[in-house]
């Protein structure tokens, strides 16, 4: 019993060290060990590094001529889990007189996004996105797509 358990903090303390170096290196790549009880297949672990992944929920969007297109506020995926969308929250002041509008992730451009005040770009103009429909739950969705770039969604 003492064996298991000098094992067991053993291990506790290496995945610890592990999860330091990493840290501090800043390895994405790098994978701490993980202890199981013996009968569960250990989970995967993928550390990604602070300055290679950001979020992208209330982020802004803007235009290509840098014009306000409003804030992400929702990612529609599909069945599969494949993101297909996302809902921005376009138009308005201070959420008097906006509304959420659909656009095709692929429309989207995520290139410089490393601090929290950087905007995601939109490959619309903002009177496209104007024109859109709005966005209601539970009611079939209208994606708004740069020209020949949506494919419909499979009903099966």
């Known amino acids: ?44 672990v993928t550390i990604i590094g602070p300055k290679d992944a950001h979020g992208v929920l209330g982020r802004d969007v803007r235009s290509p001529t840098n014009e306000d297109m409003g804030h992400i506020v929702d990612v529609i995926v599909d069945r599969t889990g494949t993101v297909r969308a996302a809902v921005i929250d376009f138009g308005g002041f201070l959420g008097v007189g906006s509304r959420k509008i659909v656009v095709d992730w692929n429309a989207l451009h995520f290139g410089r996004i490393a601090e929290n005040s950087d905007a995601i770009t939109l490959e619309l103009t903002k009177a496209q996105v104007a024109a859109a429909p709005e966005y209601k739950e539970d009611k079939p969705i209208v994606v708004l797509g740069a020209a020949g770039n949506l494919q419909p969604l499979d009903d099966h």
Do not use: C, Q, Y
């Not at 094992?7 to 303390?13: K, S």
């Not at 840290?23 to 989970?43: I, L, M, Q, R």
């Open 1 to 44: 019993m003492r064996r298991k358990f000098w094992m067991l903090l053993l291990a506790v303390a290496l995945a610890a060290s592990a999860l330091v170096r990493a840290d501090a290196e800043d390895e994405p790549e790098a994978k701490p060990p993980v202890v199981t009880d013996g009968h569960t297949p250990p989970p995967s």
